[in-house]
C-alpha cells in the first residue's frame, strides 16, 4: 500500500508543508536558520511507509504510533468544509513564534515536548492511503520553523477509516476526535470549536448552527461554508455566548427560546434603520430580558397576569425608539446603536442597560398605546422582576431610581 502525496480526491485538505512554504518565503526563513534547535530523534520508531508496505487486515482494526515525513500531512481546512484550522495556524506568524519559546527555554524543538501528533488515514480512490492529522498544527509548524522550512519526521498515532466511507463521514470522525482535543485547550476559540463540534455532528452545535438559519443569522463564514442561500444579506453574531450550549440551556434557559427568537427578529429591524451589520452578544440578552419580563408580567403579581405589552407591542416600541434617537438635534447626531446595548468600563449588569436605555419612554409607550394618563411605578410587579435580575445591589439602587 502507497502513502499518497496527492489529495484532490478530497475536497476539504490541505498540506501542511505546501502551505507553510506559501506562507513563509525563502527570505524569511533565513531568520530561523541555525538559531532554533531540534533534538528529536524517531529512528527508532517505525515509519509509516513501513506500516503501509506490510500492512493486514489486522492492522486496519488497530492505532499505531510511527514516525511520519512532515511533507506527507494534510489536514481538513476549517474554510474548504473541513473541521481543522491548518491555515490559521500557519498565519499566526507572532504567536506561533511566541509559542516556540514557552515551549522549553532552550530554544529547540524538544522531543518530550512535542509528544504525539494524532492522525487519521483516508482511502485513495486509486489505491493507497492519505495522512489526515486532526491534532498538531502548531508542533508541525514549530518543526518546520525549527528546520528553517526543510521537512523532517513527527512522531504520530494514526488509526484508519472504513474504505467505504464518504468525505462526510471522514469529516465527521475526524471532527468528533478533533472537537474533543479542543474542548480541552485554551488555544482554541469559540469559533474553532464550534466548528469543530458542527463538524462532528454533536448535538449542541447542530442545533445552535439550525437556530441561526432559521433566524436567518450568520456566525463567521460557516453558513457561507454550507452554502446557505442568501445568507451573504444575513447580519453576523459576534459571539455564539448563551446560544452555542443547545437546546433548554444557556439563554434559551435563562429567557426562553421564543423570547431569544423575538430578540433576534427586533435586531433585524433595528439593523435596518442603523446600518449595523455585525451584532454582539450583549445586546441580544438584553432585547431577550426586556421579553422575557414586560411579555409575561404586569402590573400586579397574578396567576395569569395581564402582560404589560404583547411581543409585538414591545418590537413596535423598540423600532420606534431607534428612529427617534436618529434624529440630528442642533448640529449633533444622538445616534443609539444596538451594539450601545453593551458592558462598559466596571458595569457589566444588564437590567442596568436595560433601566438606562429604555425609561422613561417605554412607560411613555405604554400610556400613548393604552390612552392612560399615569404611567406604573417601581411598585408595578414586572419592574420588581427587573430589579431582581440586577446582581449588583449597588447598580439595583440605580435601577431602581430609573425605573421609579
Given at each position: 500500500m502507497l502513502l499518497r502525496n496527492d489529495a484532490v480526491c478530497y475536497t476539504d485538505l490541505v498540506n501542511n508543508f505546501e502551505q507553510f512554504h506559501i506562507q513563509y518565503k525563502e527570505s524569511d526563513l533565513l531568520d530561523f536558520q541555525g538559531k532554533w534547535g531540534d533534538d528529536s530523534d524517531y529512528?527508532?520508531?517505525?515509519?509509516?511507509?513501513?506500516?503501509?508496505?506490510?500492512?493486514?487486515?489486522?492492522?486496519?482494526?488497530?492505532?499505531?504510533?510511527?514516525?511520519?515525513?512532515?511533507?506527507?500531512?494534510?489536514?481538513?481546512?476549517?474554510?474548504?468544509?473541513?473541521?481543522?484550522?491548518?491555515?490559521?495556524?500557519?498565519?499566526?506568524?507572532?504567536?506561533?513564534?511566541?509559542?516556540?519559546?514557552?515551549?522549553?527555554?532552550?530554544?529547540?524543538?524538544?522531543?518530550?515536548?512535542?509528544?504525539?501528533?494524532?492522525?487519521?488515514?483516508?482511502?485513495?480512490?486509486?489505491?493507497?492511503?492519505?495522512?489526515?492529522?486532526?491534532?498538531?498544527?502548531?508542533?508541525?509548524?514549530?518543526?518546520?520553523?525549527a528546520n528553517a522550512g526543510v521537512s523532517t519526521r513527527v512522531l504520530m498515532s494514526i488509526r484508519f477509516h472504513e474504505p467505504s466511507g464518504s468525505q462526510s463521514e471522514y469529516i465527521a470522525i475526524e471532527s468528533e476526535l478533533h472537537a474533543t482535543d479542543a474542548g480541552d485547550k485554551s488555544g482554541q476559540n469559540e469559533a474553532q470549536k464550534f466548528t469543530s463540534g458542527y463538524r462532528a455532528n454533536r448535538e449542541n452545535e447542530v442545533y445552535c448552527f439550525n437556530f441561526l438559519k432559521n433566524n436567518?443569522?450568520?456566525?463567521?463564514?460557516?453558513?457561507?461554508?454550507?452554502?446557505?442561500?442568501?445568507?451573504?444579506?444575513?447580519?453576523?453574531?459576534?459571539?455564539?455566548?448563551?446560544?452555542?450550549?443547545?437546546?433548554?440551556?444557556?439563554?434559551?434557559?435563562?429567557?426562553?427560546?421564543?423570547?431569544?427568537?423575538?430578540?433576534?427578529?427586533?435586531?433585524?429591524?433595528?439593523?435596518?434603520?442603523?446600518?449595523?451589520?455585525?451584532?454582539?452578544?450583549?445586546?441580544?440578552?438584553?432585547?431577550?430580558?426586556?421579553?422575557?419580563?414586560?411579555?409575561?408580567?404586569?402590573?400586579?403579581?397574578?396567576?395569569?397576569?395581564?402582560?404589560?405589552?404583547?411581543?409585538?407591542?414591545?418590537?413596535?416600541?423598540?423600532?420606534?425608539?431607534?428612529?427617534?434617537?436618529?434624529?440630528?438635534?442642533?448640529g449633533q447626531k444622538s445616534e443609539l446603536k444596538i451594539n450601545s446595548l453593551s458592558w462598559s468600563g466596571g458595569v457589566k449588569d444588564n437590567a442596568y442597560i436595560c433601566a438606562r436605555e429604555f425609561w422613561p419612554t417605554i412607560v411613555e409607550y405604554w400610556m400613548d398605546i393604552n390612552s392612560a394618563k399615569i404611567g406604573w411605578s417601581i411598585e408595578c410587579h414586572a419592574n420588581t422582576i427587573l430589579v431582581s435580575k440586577c446582581m449588583d445591589k449597588h447598580l439595583a439602587r440605580e435601577v431602581r431610581a430609573a425605573i421609579a
Open positions: 529512528s527508532h520508531i517505525q515509519t509509516i511507509e513501513d506500516l503501509l508496505e506490510n500492512l493486514t487486515p489486522k492492522d486496519l482494526e488497530k492505532s499505531h504510533i510511527v514516525s511520519v515525513d512532515i511533507r506527507d500531512i494534510f489536514s481538513s481546512e476549517e474554510s474548504l468544509g473541513g473541521c481543522d484550522r491548518p491555515l490559521w495556524s500557519i498565519q499566526q506568524n507572532t504567536a506561533q513564534k511566541q509559542q516556540f519559546k514557552s515551549l522549553n527555554r532552550h530554544m529547540k524543538y524538544r522531543q518530550d515536548a512535542a509528544q504525539v501528533l494524532s492522525g487519521m488515514m483516508r482511502p485513495h480512490p486509486d489505491g493507497g492511503w492519505i495522512l489526515v492529522k486532526y491534532i498538531g498544527n502548531n508542533r508541525v509548524l514549530m518543526k518546520l520553523l436567518q443569522f450568520n456566525y463567521r463564514t460557516i453558513m457561507t461554508q454550507e452554502n446557505v442561500e442568501g445568507c451573504e444579506d444575513w447580519l453576523t453574531l459576534k459571539s455564539l455566548q448563551g446560544i452555542k450550549d443547545g437546546r433548554g440551556n444557556g439563554h434559551f434557559k435563562k429567557y426562553g427560546e421564543n423570547n431569544i427568537i423575538h430578540a433576534l427578529n427586533t435586531i433585524k429591524e433595528l439593523a435596518k434603520i442603523t446600518g449595523e451589520k455585525v451584532i454582539g452578544a450583549t445586546p441580544v440578552e438584553v432585547i431577550a430580558l426586556m421579553y422575557s419580563i414586560y411579555t409575561v408580567y404586569g402590573k400586579k403579581e397574578a396567576e395569569n397576569p395581564t402582560p404589560m405589552f404583547t411581543p409585538k407591542q414591545l418590537h413596535d416600541y423598540f423600532v420606534k425608539l431607534w428612529k427617534i434617537k436618529q434624529i440630528q438635534s442642533f
